[in-house]
T-cell receptor, first 114, second 112 residues
Framework: DSGVTQTPKHLITATGQRVTLRCSPRSGDLSVYWYQQSLDQGLQFLIQYYNGEERAKGNILERFSAQQFPDLHSELNLSSLELGDSALYFC?????????????FGSGTQLSVL | DQQVKQNSPSLSVQEGRISILNCDYTNSMFDYFLWYKKYPAEGPTFLISISSIKDKNEDGRFTVFLNKSAKHLSLHIVPSQPGDSAVYFCAASDGSARQLTFGSGTQLTVLP
């Protein structure tokens, strides 16, 4: 158990809809990352937060947004969903958010857009 | 453009033998490299890392080698065990980047 909790584990929805994925980091970790893994793809970095502030942005679509709350949990909002958004979404956390830190990953949310 | 490439999607090895997983990168600014292992229905877990000031790092059965001139790193597992069967991701970061860049992964199957 990594200590990172992601909910829900599975999500099935329709095109055009909006969903929210939730992540609770390990106790004591200030930084949260979101990654997307599509079929046969590596982990694509979406966005990073550190202590409530956005710190780095990757290949995140404008239809997607995220935030980190004062209690350090994070939510990833996906709107106007398309078939291609179907993927495994991982949240990870680390203590300080430095590039040399190892990340602790949750078990992911499998999103299926039908 | 993939900055971190794992060109072998899969690898099968006999139990007890050596497993060698390879990774190439293109960004010369990368200075820290990590390997993660992923079992089905679980998130990736950290395995081993190496800084660019080293060319080798060992942790038990796992050794990572870094060849900076070739922009290549490899993970050696000796001896391989059936429990090592998983997807292995190579990842890299530069000193200022806040995020890791991952490869597409290699599925390792260790046959009993």
């Amino acid at each position: 158990d990594s200590g990172v909790t992601q909910t829900p584990k599975h999500l099935i929805t329709a095109t055009g809809q909006r969903v929210t994925l939730r992540c609770s980091p390990r106790s004591g970790d200030l930084s949260v990352y979101w990654y997307q893994q599509s079929l046969d793809q590596g982990l694509q970095f979406l966005i990073q937060y550190y202590n409530g502030e956005e710190r780095a942005k990757g290949n995140i679509l404008e239809r997607f947004s995220a935030q980190q709350f004062p209690d350090l949990h994070s939510e990833l909002n996906l709107s106007s969903l398309e078939l291609g958004d179907s993927a495994l979404y991982f949240c990870a956390s680390s203590v300080r958010g430095g590039g040399e830190e190892k990340l602790f990953f949750g078990s992911g949310t499998q999103l299926s857009v039908l | 453009d993939q900055q971190v490439k794992q060109n072998s999607p899969s690898l099968s090895v006999q139990e007890g033998r050596i497993s060698i997983l390879n990774c190439d990168y293109t960004n010369s600014m990368f200075d820290y490299f990590l390997w993660y292992k992923k079992y089905p229905a679980e998130g990736p877990t950290f395995l081993i890392s190496i800084s660019s000031i080293k060319d080798k790092n060992e942790d038990g059965r796992f050794t990572v080698f870094l060849n900076k001139s070739a922009k290549h790193l490899s993970l050696h597992i000796v001896p391989s065990q059936p429990g090592d069967s998983a997807v292995y991701f190579c990842a890299a970061s530069d000193g200022s980047a806040r995020q890791l860049t991952f490869g597409s992964g290699t599925q390792l199957t260790v046959l009993p």
